[in-house]
C-alpha cells in the first residue's frame, strides 16, 4: 500500500504522515505546534492559545529576543527552549516555562534551575 508523505514544518523533509516525531531533525511535533501547557494545535502568529489562554510569545533565555512558545526552538539564536523532565521514568522534554510535566505531572525545577540547565544542554 502507498503512503504518502508530509514536510516536516522544522526542517522540511518529507517524512511519513504517521511519524510522531521527526527523524531528520527529532522535532516532536513535525506538522504542528503546540501550546506548551495544554498541547493545544496553535499556529504561528497567534497571541494566545485557544484552549488555556497562555500567552504564546516568550522571553529566550538564551538571547533574551522574543521567540514563539509553541517552537521547540528560538526563531533568532536557534537553541531549544526545551528541557527534560526530572522524572527518570519519564524523561520527556517540556517547555523552559512549564511549572509541571505535560506527561507525567511531576513538578519542574524553577525557572532559575531551567535556564542554567538549557544553558548547559543546549
Known sequence: MATYKQP????????ERDCRLCPI???RSPFGFQCPNCL?????????????????TTTCPHCGQPAFAGGERCETCGKT?????DNTRCGAFQFFEN??????????KTAKQQT???RKGG
Do not use: N, P, W, Y
Request: glycine share 16%; charged share 20%.
Open 40 to 56: 493545544k494545535a496553535v499556529t504561528r502568529g497567534d497571541a494566545v492559545c485557544a484552549g488555556c489562554g497562555r500567552t504564546l
Open 99 to 108: 511549572a509541571k510535566c505535560t506527561v507525567c505531572g511531576k513538578k519542574i
Open 8 to 15: 516536516c514544518l522544522h526542517c522540511g523533509e518529507f517524512i
Open 116 to 118: 542554567g540547565q538549557i
Open 81 to 85: 527552549l526545551m528541557v527534560r523532565c
Open 25 to 27: 531533525c527529532g522535532s
